[in-house]
């Protein structure tokens, strides 16, 4: 058989980008952009198009592997896999009770469409409430502020409707991520230049000159975890020149006098001395911001990760409340959504609150105060859940393409957390660092071997847009989708998985059509009806431009309005107001940077990528390097309040002076200065999720981290 193309769509990451795939006799052969998409054009990154490589590499798991006595890792077969899994989570149960298994979900499980709603669906069905996510490592806070604060039923101001755009540590080039309203993953830069050209005036604050930075019409280079100061500071003058939508506040809003008080302490000039930029920027970005017709203010992972997470996720919410940055009667919805099923109603109004937090009925963690974040409990408590006896102590951890020796915060803990474990079964395609430590390894079938659908990364498309994927390349040896590892094992165990549907059936494996419609029921347009009309296009998107829901009038017996004053805020507000930032010695702060050639921990085994970037180089602006004495290409020691790193030194003048950037989720807990250059460091390795961590979320400080740096 020749070369066949199909139409399908990249899971290396969220953005999902739109290709097509080249495969002969059910091999990956070459992929590229579909310049037939509507909605990326032919857009791909260089990390989507590695995945022939990431098919067909020699060091892949075929097979599963489990840890004899001996300590050697020898080939399973699939089900005899399962089977031992099943046999020790039933043992550890009836010895311990539910709580004693977790399971974590990482950035490689949510390429799956399945494997969310699967994991989460098999840790309900065996009882246990220690379900966690990636999610809890780096942004927390945007869902527990979506919710608490208060959710516009008909969602804000699309990306390609504003005119004006404040992106606060987001770097959407590079990490293909932004929030709602942000910037979405298809050819980014081509949209904001776009954008520009329309007229939108684009607003960037972030620590270092990123790649977003560079188009930006105002670039305010804040401080590292100073970004509550230049918010408070925007909502200040805001405020003080009444350029926010007094109609809308008086309408919907609620706490405005509280928010004001709280921001009575940042004038600008304050506020701008405290967050490192210029005062007539700062007050000429809150003048942009409030001035544009439609607009967004969003955030990237970095703000969350340098403390005061929840206070700058409050405050962005603020930003767009005040200004009224949101849908209104008669428009389009913001996000359609086509596979999400918890859409509703779409209404000009404020949605009921939603318990996110220390409400009746959750459950709480028994280390530092901590609960659940909806559904889930924070990443946070996870190494004490497992090294501390008693009532609850986890015993058995399943990850889910995750990889919680380079994602965790303090990184030599959660290794003895990791090898404390009974069993530790890491569901992964290659032996990462996880995965050499793990008791059982157990090999999934890869993104063009399975069916999929767009559910991921329908949140950035602004028109219905809908996608269904066969697979396209033959699984190799004995590997299998995520989905089916967690019925195999729910099956074994006895137990039901719930979906929103109702009850999966138990007796015989489903289909992942099955599958997907039951996870999605309520939806707008279910998986299989996709299915069939993406087969009439030749396995296209589908666009449903007749179901785009349309915003509805308000429903005044259910209406509700946002609490800007509701909790711990803006209280805590005042609170960062008086408390001075202390370095206590560490004259440096250490930030975390998104990687063209990574996303987070997955990439690493990929030849082409490794040629790229082999190491997470410490990027140090030039006179902080002569101030140093530091050598350009030489060996830096990186110093926290916990541990030591190293980094290969780079000259950048992006970055501000007092800093050192490196990307995360690198290193293996072994690494050292010798080998700093072909692995690079763990920058988790200097952070502890017992100091300087967020009390609602439970996030650690991952950026922003007081360091001393010294020649190595």
């Not at 329309?198 to 620590?207: C, E, H, L, N, S």
């Not at 544009?292 to 203010?297: D, E, H, I, L, V």
């Not at 069993?423 to 430590?437: H, T």
């Not at 007749?546 to 509700?560: I, L, Q, T």
Request: charged residues 25%.
């Amino acid at each position: 058989m020749g070369v066949e193309t199909r139409k399908t769509f990249c899971r290396f990451c969220h953005a999902n980008c739109a290709m097509e795939v080249d495969v002969e006799n059910g091999k990956v052969i070459e992929v590229r952009g579909d310049k037939d998409d509507p909605a990326f054009g032919g857009y791909t990154c260089l990390k989507g198009r590695e995945l022939p490589d990431s098919h067909n590499a020699e060091h892949r798991l075929h097979h599963s592997l489990i840890r004899n006595d001996a300590g050697e890792f020898q080939e399973t077969a699939m089900p005899q896999a399962l089977e031992h899994v099943a046999d020790e989570i039933r043992r550890v149960i009836a010895e311990h009770g539910p709580n004693s298994v977790a399971v974590f979900m990482g950035s490689g499980g949510y390429q799956n469409s399945a494997a969310m709603a699967a994991s989460l669906s098999f840790a309900q069905a065996i009882g246990t409430r220690n379900f966690y996510t990636s999610v809890t490592l780096d942004q927390p806070a945007k869902v527990f502020t979506t919710a608490r604060y208060g959710k516009w039923m008909g969602g804000t101001n699309t990306f390609s409707e504003s005119d004006v755009a404040l992106l606060v540590g987001n770097n959407p080039i590079v990490s293909h991520y932004s929030p709602p309203g942000g910037v979405p993953p298809f050819s980014p830069s081509r949209r904001i230049r776009d954008a520009k050209e329309r007229g939108m005036k684009v607003i960037v604050a972030d620590p270092r000159e990123s790649d977003v930075a560079r188009l930006a019409d105002i670039y305010l280079p804040v401080k590292p975890g100073e970004d509550p100061a230049l918010l408070a500071g925007m909502l200040h003058v805001i405020i003080k020149e009444e350029l926010y939508d007094r109609n809308f506040v008086a309408a919907h809003v609620d706490g405005f006098e509280e928010l004001t008080a709280a921001v009575e302490p940042f004038a600008p000039d304050a506020a701008a001395a405290r967050a490192g930029v210029d005062a007539d920027q700062l007050i000429a970005a809150a003048r942009i911001f409030a001035g544009g017709s439609k607009g967004c203010a969003v955030t990237g992972t970095g703000p969350e990760m340098a403390g005061n997470g929840t206070l700058t996720e409050y405050l962005v919410t603020c930003l767009n409340t005040v200004c009224a940055r949101f849908k209104q009667e008669g428009e389009k919805a913001a996000i359609p959504g086509i596979f999400t099923n918890i859409n509703g109603p779409r209404r000009a109004q404020v949605g009921p609150n939603v318990p996110m937090f220390g409400a009746e009925g959750m459950e709480k963690s028994r280390f530092r105060g901590l609960g659940q974040l909806g559904v889930e409990m924070p990443c946070n408590v996870l190494a004490d859940e497992i090294l501390t006896p008693g009532d609850g102590q986890v015993r058995v951890l399943i990850s889910v393409g995750g990889n919680p020796v380079v994602g965790f915060p303090d990184q030599v803990k959660m290794v003895r957390a990791l090898d404390d474990l009974d069993m530790f079964v890491q569901i992964d395609p290659w032996m990462s660092a996880s995965a050499k430590r793990a008791d059982v390894v157990l090999a999934p079938s890869q993104c063009l071997e399975r069916e999929d659908i767009s559910n991921l990364s329908e949140w950035w498309h602004e028109e219905p847009y809908a996608r269904y994927v066969e697979a396209v390349a033959t699984p190799p040896g004995d590997v299998i989708d995520e989905y089916e590892m967690f019925w195999t094992l729910a099956h074994k165990l006895g137990v039901t998985m719930q979906l929103a549907g109702g009850p999966l059936p138990m007796d015989e494996k489903p289909s992942k059509e099955t599958f997907l419609d039951l996870m999605t029921a309520g939806c707008i347009v279910p998986p299989s009806e996709v299915r069939k009309d993406a087969a009439k296009l030749g396995g296209s998107a589908v666009l449903y431009p007749d179901r785009h829901p349309v915003v509805e009038a308000v429903e005044e017996s259910e209406f509700n309005r946002f609490g800007l004053g509701a909790g711990d805020m803006p209280a805590e507000l005042l609170r960062y107001a008086d408390d001075a930032p202390a370095r206590a010695g560490f004259e440096f702060k250490l930030i975390s940077r998104r990687s063209k050639t990574r996303f987070n921990s997955i990439g690493h085994p990929l030849k082409k990528l490794r040629e790229k970037t082999t190491t997470n180089p410490a990027y140090i602006h030039p006179d902080d390097i002569a101030q140093l004495g530091l050598e350009e290409d030489g060996i830096v020691a990186i110093t926290s309040p916990h541990a030591t790193i190293h980094g290969v030194v780079k000259s950048s003048n992006k970055v501000r002076r007092g800093l050192v950037s490196m990307a995360h989720a690198y290193g293996d807990v072994d690494a050292t200065k010798d080998d700093v250059r072909e692995r690079g460091s763990s920058t988790n390795r200097l952070t502890s999720e017992v100091v300087d961590f967020d009390p609602i979320t439970g996030q650690s400080l991952q950026s922003a981290i007081p360091v001393k740096l010294v020649p190595a």
